[in-house]
T-cell receptor, first 116, second 111 residues
Framework: GAVVSQHPSRVICKSGTSVKIECRSL??????MFWYRQFPKQSLMLMAT?????????EQGVEKDKFLINHASLTLSTLTVTSAHPEDSSFYIC????????????FGSGTRLTVV | EDKVVQSPLSLVVHEGDTVTLNCSYE??????LLWYKQEKKAPTFLFML????IEKKSGRLSSILDKKELFSILNITATQTGDSAVYLC???????????FGTGTLLAVQP
């Protein structure tokens, strides 16, 4: 159990376009989902926390208008990178947890975004 | 400021060696400490530690938490090349109850 699916695994887009990344919990209801960003040879940096049905909470320094997060259901959260620029190129990872922490924090497989 | 520090940053060993990875933390509202293994993609869960002094074991991997001294260690015995990865330590806590990650330890196991 406790599987989190993330899609796409890899995406290349042109500067100025928007990219949507999906994160789904397949066999449990994820009351909370987290979005991380990881640069090469660096650790995971939390970008935002989203709770189902409410607005996401963004970490300091993360532009909420640039990184739009929607958590419309207990099994799906999306991250949209708007007006992408080359500096947004990174590895984006979601993780999900349920209320009882029975599954700990399960990560999706990640999305490698390259903006050209 | 909440922080998690891992050491060493990188380590090269030979197959069969035993390694110990360290994780120290200063995090308010500590709830638990987690270890992950990250190869080329997203981290995979290894252990979650909540109580001091209780060793968790899975095959050749084991981990223990010391809440008094605020650290944890991850041991890997009889290392194999497949153990080569970045090992991440994360603490669940802080003012907003989130996972705070350390910088990771890059382990390379040579044949």
């Amino acid at each position: 159990g406790a599987v989190v699916s993330q899609h796409p695994s890899r995406v290349i887009c042109k500067s100025g376009t928007s990219v949507k990344i999906e994160c789904r919990s397949l066999d449990f209801q994820a009351t909370t989902m987290f979005w991380y960003r990881q640069f090469p040879k660096q650790s995971l940096m939390l970008m935002a926390t989203s709770n189902e049905g409410s607005k996401a909470t963004y970490e300091q320094g993360v532009e909420k208008d640039k990184f739009l997060i929607n958590h419309a259901s207990l099994t799906l959260s999306t991250l949209t990178v708007t007006s992408a620029h080359p500096e947004d190129s990174s590895f984006y990872i979601c993780s999900a947890s349920s209320q009882g922490f029975n599954y700990g924090y399960t990560f999706g497989s990640g999305t490698r975004l390259t903006v050209v | 400021e909440d922080k998690v520090v891992q050491s060493p940053l990188s380590l090269v060993v030979h197959e069969g060696d035993t390694v110990t990875l360290n994780c120290s933390y200063e995090v308010t509202n500590f709830r638990s400490l987690l270890w992950y293994k990250q190869e080329k993609k997203a981290p995979t869960f290894l252990f979650m530690l909540t109580s001091s002094g209780i060793e968790k074991k899975s095959g050749r991997l084991s981990s223990i938490l010391d809440k008094k001294e605020l650290f944890s260690i991850l041991n890997i015995t009889a290392t194999q090349t497949g153990d080569s990865a970045v090992y991440l330590c994360a603490v669940l806590g802080g003012a907003t109850n989130k996972l705070i990650f350390g910088t990771g330890t890059l382990l390379a196991v040579q044949p």
